[in-house]
């Protein structure tokens, strides 16, 4: 590194980025994720301090659904000049049915036609206005049933965690005692790594103080979160909590649940690094599976990609062979079909002889019967003329003798 | 006539010529009165005392000889806090926890019913516990049809109660295995019931007893509370869902004021603990959390007392009574109809 003479002015370049961000605003999209009654809107409404659902809109989880539904709703806000716009991504329905089978695909559908969405906005010729919908971030919550994760959450979050980013919640945590939030916690940490479930995962900063923090958060995870809109005096300060009989949760203390350390890391620490992460590995693995599957030669795996893809030449060497394969299966389909063909009209040649055999054997026979008929029948004509000739001769001798006598009498007539 | 002295000695009152009224709270010609407020006769005017309310004290010694069996079973999904709760309501061990978090006890790819019994022992009566479990209940991803080994037991016990009863020599005491009541676990969502509650319920109400409890109740503020019971109450009447106690079985008014009361505050969110802290300078049963502790037998924190109060110490032999004559009856002339004309199969078992 060089250390510079002067003062080149290079160092502002941050409040420069700072000045221009800040203009355009900010978009971020969380997607909420959990059975319903574990009170997820409770705690969106309580991480931004809006009445994001409200009363008179009041959240998916209140109706009533019979399949998994992926709902959208949009919020602008403004602090300190800068301006969030936020999307929040319900799934109501998710996990409450009798057979929850498949109910992850609305998401995974939901995710990957963002994904789509976007890519398709990048290989646009006009690319200005280039809205980015993605989800960066998704809550997973976890029922406080005290024991572990349930086949369902297993399910889930292997199938999303090369996806989006998952951060893992235990919901409604004011059900636990300390010890038993302890033991649970260690009890989803050691079935999440069982599964070689990815969730989000801190960077690692060269900072000191940051990495203090970043451990400590680590130490906690998943977080435990109480969420609440209702502010309750205690002790005479105005704190949002959740009244019972035998006293108040707290929603910002630290020593109740970890509702702080979520919308810090969330909001405050994290959320440029949500974004940078889903941007760089999401969402390009995303899209070089969907390229490669349109492509086949490899030029587009040269491109820079994240860490999780194979190098570019693995690549090429993995379609040739692919082609190769597929060359090979025509081949021998077409051989098949060749043989095939050729068996069908040998076939039809022998009906057609056989056909041909028939009609002639047929023919014979007609011809035989008629030939009989005809003997028959001269047989007849036969005996006939016999006996028509015996009759002839008869005749012929009756005529005779009868001239004869004619001619004795002739004769003795002439006596007389 | 002999008189029999009843072993206390009880006012006994004039015997009134007449009853010219009818006491409040009951109606019947009897007045079993466990008070001991002394054997009044209705309808026909004694003349002395006989000793016949001294029914009830033989009673009480024969129970007391014999003992008797309990069987409840707990159903809901796994951490609902099951064990827990059946460990709190009867004060001991009898359920075993999965204390243990090494996950050897994975969650089952089926129903598993699994039964264990205990004897207890109360002033002098013993009782023959035994609790099943289902667990796997509900945990899988497909719950179709998880119902149906749990239906499956529930019939088989019948089945065989039936066996035994149709024997030619049979035995004085037939072991009873019968469900004599289900704890339904409803999770607290707050929300409503969820599909697979009303499912199961639908199909095992007209079979056993019924009664569900919200689960993990510490959940849900007070105001959350009422309005989740509304809720469930509609469902389930919405759905045509009986659960003990029936309205059906009411035998007069007072068991039907006592009932709707119950009813009315069905179902009982609960709190199980088996821990013990001090509050105020009492040990009591609870869960600590970091901003109070939960106490499980204060009815303003939960209504575990209510539950126990009414299963146990009024409404126990009600269960037993109900699933006798009339979940097994039903059971028997259906099965017995199904046989055929032959009412009596003397089958020679054993």
Redesign the interface.
Known sequence: MKNLEGYVGFANLPNQVYRKSVKRGFEFTLMVVGESGLGKSTLINSLFLTDLYSKDYPGPSQRIKKTVQVEQSKVLIKEGGVQLTLTIVDTPGFGDAVDNSNCWQPVINYIDSKFEDFLNAESRVNRRQMPDNRVHCCLYFIAPSGHGLKPLDIEFMKRLHDKVNVIPLIAKADTLTPEECQLFKKQIMKEIQEHKIKIYEFPDTEDDEDSKLIRKIKEKMPLAVVGSNVVIEVNGRKVRGRQYPWGVAEVENGEHCDFTVLRNMLIRTHMQDLKDVTNNVHYENYRSKKLAAVTCNGVDATKNKGQLTKSPLAQMEEERREHVMKMKKMETEMEQVFEMKVKEKKQKLKDSEAELERRHEQMKKNLEAQYKELEEKRHQFEEEKANWETQQRILEQQKLDASKTMEKNKKKGKIF | MSEIVPPEVRPKPVVPAKPSHVAPHSSGPFVPSPQGTGGEGRGSALLGYIGIDTIIEQMRKKTMKTGFDFNIMVVG????GKSTLVNTLFKSQVSRR?TS?S?DEK?PKTVEIKSVSHVIEEGGVKMKLTVIDTPGFG??????NCWEPISKYINEQYEKFLKEEVNIARKKRIPDTRVHCCLYFI??????L???DI?FMKHLSRVVNIIPVIA?S??L??DEKTEFKQRVRKELEACGIECYPQKEFDEDMEDKSDNDKIREAMPFAVVGSDKEYQVNGKRVLG?????????VE?P??CEFSLLRDFMIRSHLQDLKEVTHNIHYETYRAKRLNDNGASGGNRKNTD
């Open positions: 999904q796994s951490g609902l999965t978090w996950r969650i945990d899988q991803i497909n719950n179709e999770s607290p969502t707050g929300h409503s969820r599909q697979l499912e993990k510490d959940t503020t007070l869960r600590k959390t970091a901003w109070g502790v939960v106490e204060n303003n924190h």
